[in-house]
């Protein structure tokens, strides 16, 4: 009767742990986000969204499609990525073996000498104080899953794993990015060299006209001063664009994993922007977005490291079992010297210095941090693609009011110059005005073509676009 009350009773208390165990480890679900509605002034309801493009069909030119291809394959910060990933999942296998018993093997002998004294037999008897034990052993211990913290340690990996990967995407679509960002940069700067060099040679004629129309007495001395003073000043920022080229080069150089020098590249009048964007809807930025994500796993992994802290509140129950053979006498090794033992224990903490407490405590603090990291990523995601379509538009938008500008005052430099060899209504300040206009107008227009095509680049980045 004692042997039954005593199995009912630990039937008792070992379904009690089941149950109990069902509450100690929380099943994750993805906590509400705004991620609706995030883009600014966008009404759309269509789904289609240029993310799902691969970077080949966004970008059309060859030579920077070498260049993507040559980072992807070259960059470092890439390379570190893909190993982030390989440390993951030997912390995933690992995990996954945690289910299992461990199991050891030794062999050892230890030789020992006993005081008579202390073992207090009395005198004259002969007692050999003077042992050698030979001991060959197996030991296995296993931690029963009984509150699911094995199972927590799995997915918290499982989830460093899956962030692990999302993060090289977010790094190889970041990089995508800054290569055509930076080629582009360096296309628009031989555009504004190109035009600025031809101003110069213009300038150095416009300067010997003056000095002809001053011989004929149709312009004064001042006028020529201006003429020069204008091809000078025009001349003397091409030392700063050819600086910005070389550092663009060098910068493309280090993400492509080169030593800096020369990049290959074609021109911007060959550059075809992306007439028709399509952003999608902003629910779609938690599928697309690597980054986004990246912060939802990282949110997961807090979230099983709180099911771990909640799980050192509970006893700990384990199995440990070791045999092997041991004996005095080498020789005999393998005669009656077989042992064995078996331990199963429970422990359950009572007193640790508050340690479980602190411990909880922390894991709930780093979890409520990661759920607003996962929050403020999807809303940075949002702002930059609001960014992205507002800059693309307002591109759009110059780039018409600019060529009716450059058409202006190309007619106006065109007129004062005539004006200036045979009427006395005007002098050359109204021609250096006009020039000056004109340069500067037609710097900006290449600016205006870059921010188009730097706009749907970074479209293509906020939205997700460039790991598929």
Request: charged letters at 20%; one cysteine or more.
């Amino acid at each position: 009767m004692k042997t039954r009350y005593y199995k009912y009773i630990a039937l008792t208390l070992v379904g009690g742990m089941i149950v109990a165990s069902c509450n100690v480890s929380k099943k994750y679900k993805r906590p509400d986000v705004l991620a609706n509605n995030l883009y600014r002034d966008s009404t759309g309801t269509d789904t289609t969204s240029m993310a799902n493009l691969p970077w080949r069909a966004l970008f059309t030119d060859t030579v920077l499609q070498g260049l993507i291809q040559e980072g992807i394959n070259n960059n470092l910060d890439l390379r570190n990525a893909v190993l982030k990933i390989s440390e993951e999942q030997a912390t995933l296998r690992a995990a996954k073996l945690a289910f299992l018993p461990t199991l050891d093997a030794g062999i050892q002998a230890t030789k020992s000498k006993s005081s008579q004294a202390a073992l207090n037999f009395p005198a004259g008897i002969g007692i050999n104080l003077n042992t050698t034990t030979y001991q060959a052993s197996l030991s296995a211990s296993w931690e029963l899953n009984i509150w699911g913290q094995l199972s927590s340690l799995k997915r918290q990996a499982v989830a460093n794993f899956l962030q692990s990967e999302a993060s090289k995407r977010a790094v190889q679509t970041q990089l995508i990015a800054d290569i055509a960002n930076n080629y582009y940069n360096l296309l628009a700067l031989d555009n504004q060299l190109a035009i600025t060099e031809q101003t110069v040679k213009n300038r150095v004629v416009d300067v010997q006209t003056m000095k002809e129309l001053k011989e004929g007495a149709i312009v004064n001395g001042a006028a020529v001063v201006q003429s020069e003073a204008n091809r000078y000043a025009a001349e003397v920022t091409i030392p700063d664009i050819k600086q910005s080229i070389r550092e663009t080069e060098n910068a493309l150089s280090i993400l492509l994993s080169r030593a800096p020098g020369t990049i290959k590249r074609s021109s911007l009048t060959l550059q075809q922007p992306v007439t028709e964007l399509k952003e999608g809807l902003s629910a779609q930025l938690l599928r697309n977005r690597p980054d986004v994500q990246a912060s939802e796993f990282a949110f997961r992994s807090a979230f099983e490291n709180t099911n771990v802290a909640n799980s050192y509140f509970y006893p700990k129950i384990s199995i440990t079992a070791e045999g092997g053979l041991s004996t005095l006498k080498l020789k005999n090794f393998f005669d009656n010297s077989i042992f064995y033992n078996l331990v199963g224990g429970i422990t359950q903490p009572i007193f640790n210095r508050g340690q479980n407490k602190a411990r909880y405590q922390i894991a709930k603090a780093q979890q409520a941090e990661a759920f607003n990291t996962f929050q403020r990523t999807i809303l940075t995601a949002g702002q930059e693609v609001s960014n992205a379509l507002y800059s693309y538009e307002n591109a759009v938008s110059k780039q018409q009011t600019r060529q009716l500008q450059l058409t202006a005052l190309q007619k106006s430099v065109d007129y004062t110059k005539e004006l200036l060899r045979y009427s006395s209504a005007t002098n050359y300040t109204d021609v250096l005005t006009s020039e000056q206009s004109l340069l500067a107008a037609q710097l900006s227009g290449i600016n205006d073509k870059l921010q188009q095509l730097q706009a749907t680049v970074n479209l293509y980045r906020a939205l997700g676009g460039g790991w598929q």
